[in-house]
């Protein structure tokens, strides 16, 4: 090759490549500057919201989990869309593109689409909050965090449980902490000739009871009459967060007032946590 075609193709390239790089490196730089800058600037508005909702005692802890979310999800689309346009790519176009692929995205990802609005609507409708113990779809725990795509539980025995929104949204959900007390019913079963002792035995052993609610007032009646038996019923409303504690304690304390009282444990046929029936008045109590 003629040395002096390959020294001109050299001086050439260098040329186009010192042009190429004084039109492009400002933008690169500028698109550097706009990530960082967002990045920094998205880890700052997260970090000060956490700070106002731990601080503030208005702030709903539900919402911080998802505003976060919004935050980072919402400055990762407008750094990108910035960084696309510094370089001189048409977002416009893209747009009409990501529009048409987030549309086949959607009808493939029914199932998560599903979940976010199940999270927008337990957001709206509140049936429940962090902290509160509830039981929905053979789940149960305490909630820990609630999401867009999901909830966060905590179960009785200490496992973490991820729950996709939708499976909690599309069925009937029990709050047990809610409303901050609950009823707790037990059935004692005693010979008859045991009734008159053990009831004076059972208040006794309500008496004084740390947890027990003085209303509604706690009740002991008759519910049934057997073949040399007697069922007495006892109801007490307790706080929600004494009611485990109370539902292990109220059985032994009952028994050890019966027979502390001098009632034989043969003439104890039967202490149980029970439902109260459905007819019972006890069920319309207003809370």
Known sequence: MDPTLAVARVNSFAAISWAWAVTFAPRVLAAVIIIVGGLLLSYWLRRMVRGFATRSRRFDPTLEPVLLAAIRYSFIILIALLVLNQLGIQTTSLLAV???AGLAIGLALQG????I???IMLLWLRPFRIGDYIEV???SGRVEETGLFACVIR???GA?????NSTIWNFALRNDTATGRRLLALGITLANEAEAPGRTAIEAAMKGLPGILDNPAPEIFLDSVGTGSVTLTCQ???RSTDYGQMQREIAARIRAQLTAAGIAPADILGIARIAPDPADPIR????
């Open 98 to 100: 990501l529009g048409a």
């Open 112 to 115: 998560t689409l599903s979940n």
């Open 117 to 119: 609005a199940a999270g």
């Open 137 to 139: 779809n053979h789940i």
């Open 155 to 157: 179960t009785y025995d």
């Open 160 to 164: 973490r449980l991820f729950a996709p």
């Open 236 to 238: 007490l409303w307790t």
């Open 284 to 287: 319309f109590v207003d809370l």
